[in-house]
């Protein structure tokens, strides 16, 4: 009898290795939704309290907000002269006054002094020129006396002189006495060419003498008048017609000379001066434009001095009225000025929110299609304005961003809106 053989029961049929390997395969898919939901850090947010921006392409202008604060066209300012005490007050801050108009008037006893002074030393130096001139004069006739004088004599003696010769050369005169003769002549000769020299001597010497003196004289008359011009300066003049907007000045104040009195307005025109973030100097040049509005009604700026020194972080500009002055208008009025950066150019706009100072625009939340959802997605902002920052990568447009603050977001990656 032949013995059966035992058949082996198999250990995993076929249909049980496929249920095992579908169970594992679910456990696995859990474990990695398990792990995905650890590696994406999740909030859930309250819709009503965010602000949801739509990303937009649109015409974009790169302007920056300034405050300008309106001045005179032109500020004269005065300043004291000749130092003094303050004797007189002719007007007050606040008047309008026209050029050459007296404002205050300083006493110096010092200078009153020393114009005496200058005025008698004047006196007595042209005292000196005038008896130096008569004296010239007086000798000059002396001498023009002495001259025709000597003259007379000498054509005199010439003429005996020359009968001399004569009467020698035919030997009927003796001539010890030709020789006496001779000699008188000769004396007188030499008289003569001596008295002219001396003439020509002292009028040259009293020339000298007249010409330094009135050298000298013409010097202390233009010291007088410049001392007498500071007497002048003590009484303190309007150099321009406009309004007296300050004067820092009482009754028996003692002012020092370059010190400053007050100040005049130009009442014919204004300009207004803005302070700027020198983060932008390198951008403002003169000729760009800005713009505020004042009862309802734009108007227009333009740049015409930039002063490049930075004080505080912030550098200083003038603008004028381009066409209309606002009416009623009065220094130290300010303005808030819309200032322009560059043209208008297409771009992609975001909407500026308090995102900004949590991501410094190098990221945002991006909603999902369902409106349920926002990721965070990395973006790059170019230029800016008061409204809108220019998208230069990571979103497109349509897309709907939150633009409210994320401060109470954490590190979060997701935000499930409610």
Known sequence: MGMDRQIEKKKWPPRKIALVSGGVLIGFMFLGLLLSSFDVSSLNVNGERLTI???????????????????????????????????EIYLEAGSVVKKGDSILKLGNTSLLLDIMWREAELFQQSNNLRNTR????????????EMIEVENQLKQQKRLYERYVELDKKNLIAKQEFETVKDQYDYLVARRDLAEETQKNDIEFRQAQIDALDESLKRMQGNLHIAKQKLDNLTVRATESGLLTALNAEIGQSKSPGERLGQIDNLEGFKVRAAIDEYYITRIEVGKTGEFEQTGKSYQLTIKKVYPEV???????????????????TRGQTFHIRLDLGGISEALLLPRGGFYQTTGGNWIFVLDKSGKTAVKR??????????????????????QVVTSSYETFGDNQKLNIK
């Open 53 to 87: 921006s739509t990303v937009s392409r649109g015409p974009f202008q790169e302007f920056i907000p300034v405050v300008g604060n309106v001045l005179p066209i032109n500020t004269v300012y005065l300043d004291a002269t000749e130092g003094g005490r303050v004797e």
């Open 134 to 145: 008569l004296l010239m004069e007086q000798n000059r006739l002396s001498l023009k006396r």
């Open 311 to 329: 004080r505080e972080g912030r550098f200083e500009v003038d603008l004028m009225f381009a066409e209309e002055i606002p009416a009623g208008i």
């Open 378 to 399: 990395s973006i790059k902002i170019g230029r800016q304005n008061p409204q809108v920052y220019e998208v230069l990568e990571g979103l497109e447009p349509g897309e």
